[in-house]
């Protein structure tokens, strides 16, 4: 996926310097690109990782959210949702993520990965996100984070084991799944322009 992303940007912009980002799986692979282009070279002017602790929902959030789904949907539409959430549950997700993974292994022995298991992408992220095994960066990395108010970052917990050789911390409001939505998206968006900002007048 870096290596096809690289393939566009370069299409587009063919040297340096580079401002790379990401968000969740993708800081994985925005890292990954910085590598590359750090490895043949090429200057990165920025590389920056926004990520977040996930919050789990209250038990009145979740309620209320299940109340507004149910609003939404006619007669049909609220019995439906009632049997998949009825079906829907952590041992049952967890399930198929097992079954999908063990599909995947046994066909890759014989041949490449049918075209309905390469459609779950949710899925394959967590694969490659799992196999990969990061080395240190030799640059300068910001991490956008959010939920980590007053904590030290632990490149193996908080960051799938990304380190660099300097690291720059911007805390931002909200949580992993709220962090680019509003209201904290333009808190987000000021502290990332800062950033870009002093990339850009950097030397």
């Known amino acids: 996926m870096a290596a096809d992303y690289?393939?566009?940007?370069?299409?587009?912009?063919?040297?340096?310097?580079?401002?790379?980002?990401?968000?969740?799986?993708?800081?994985?692979?925005?890292f990954e690109m910085a590598q590359r282009l750090l490895a043949r070279g090429d200057k990165v002017a920025l590389l920056a990782l926004f990520l977040g602790r996930p919050r789990r929902p209250t038990l009145a959030e979740r309620a209320r959210f299940h109340q507004n789904e149910l609003r939404r949907r006619g007669p049909g539409g609220k019995a439906a949702y009632l049997w998949e959430k009825a079906h829907d549950n952590a041992v049952t997700t967890r399930t198929r993520s097992w079954l999908w993974r063990l599909s995947y292994r046994l066909s890759r022995r014989h041949e490449r990965p049918?075209?309905?298991?390469?459609?779950?992408?949710?899925?394959?992220?967590?694969?490659?996100?799992?196999?990969?095994?990061?080395?240190?960066?030799?640059?300068?990395?910001?991490?956008?984070?959010?939920?980590?108010?007053?904590?030290?970052?632990?490149?193996?917990?908080?960051?799938?084991?990304?380190?660099?050789?300097?690291?720059?911390?911007?805390?931002?409001?909200?949580?992993?799944?709220?962090?680019?939505?509003?209201?904290?998206?333009?808190?987000?968006?000021?502290?990332?322009?800062?950033?870009?900002?002093?990339?850009?007048?950097?030397?």
């Open 6 to 30: 690289l393939q566009e940007i370069r299409s587009i912009q063919p040297e340096g310097p580079y401002l790379i980002g990401g968000y969740c799986f993708g800081a994985l692979v925005a």
């Open 114 to 203: 049918s075209p309905r298991l390469l459609r779950n992408i949710p899925e394959m992220n967590l694969r490659a996100a799992r196999s990969y095994v990061p080395k240190a960066y030799e640059g300068r990395m910001i991490v956008l984070m959010s939920g980590a108010a007053g904590r030290r970052l632990h490149p193996s917990r908080d960051l799938a084991g990304m380190t660099a050789r300097e690291v720059e911390v911007v805390e931002v409001p909200g949580d992993r799944d709220s962090m680019l939505r509003e209201p904290f998206v333009g808190v987000f968006a000021e502290r990332l322009e800062a950033c870009l900002s002093h990339a850009v007048e950097a030397p």
